[in-house]
């Protein structure tokens, strides 16, 4: 399922142009040669759809223990959106930091008190967005066991989530979309090479 998963992510990719290649700073504050701008899927229908039906079938198994979807600010709200709908499961989000105003709240939306939640972004680099929005939905009295992704950049995520006792679950990792590029003739066999070791 993997391996088609991220040939069908790696299609929609290129046809919404979100994979840019050149020097760019992450969330994390690392800086990267390749860029995965998975927002651009959310405004192509086609796309929109596949990688909502990819994400749906990537939990299907865990579905039964999550009781309310939870979309990180501000990439993982449409996607969790889309998840909730799909499920009709309540929907929550996390912002990244409190509101200066009204009740200052970090988290909106369903009560998550005593409910297990599924916490969902578009790409985990480190994990550090991820584990704030964690650390958030805990202090709110809710149980975090998962987190979902379309993208897993492979850099720490999977592992500083863990130690959180969180499993972390993606459609694909950037070391498949590079493999998948370089069997598709998007890149040579240098350019991969040299891409993969700034991820390493």
């Known amino acids: 399922m993997q391996g088609a998963a991220a040939d069908l992510v790696l299609k929609h990719l290129r046809r919404c142009n979100a994979i840019l290649v050149g020097e760019f700073r992450l969330s994390s504050g690392a800086t990267s040669h390749i860029y995965i701008d998975a927002r651009r899927l959310l405004g192509d229908p086609e796309a929109r759809a596949t990688i909502t039906s990819l994400l749906a079938a990537r939990i299907a198994d865990i579905i039964d223990d999550v009781d309310v979807i939870a979309g990180l600010a501000t990439a993982g709200i449409p996607w ?7 499920y009709s ?3 929550a989000y996390v912002r990244s930091r409190g509101k200066g105003h009204g009740l200052g ?8 008190r005593g409910r297990r939640i599924l916490i969902v972004d578009d790409v985990a680099t480190t994990g550090g967005s991820l584990l704030h929005g964690v650390r958030a939905l805990r202090s709110e009295g809710g149980v975090v066991e998962y987190a979902l992704v ?22 694909t990792t950037l070391s498949e979309i590079l493999a998948s590029m370089l069997k598709s003739g998007m890149i040579t066999e240098k350019e991969f090479r040299s891409l993969r070791e700034t991820i390493l």
Do not use: F, Y
């Open 80 to 86: 969790a959106t889309l998840l909730a709908a799909h």
């Open 89 to 91: 499961k309540p929907l």
């Open 105 to 112: 709240r970090m988290v909106e939306g369903a009560e998550c």
């Open 150 to 171: 379309i993208v897993d950049r492979g850099q720490g995520a999977r592992e500083n989530l863990a130690r959180e006792g969180v499993e972390l679950l993606s459609l």
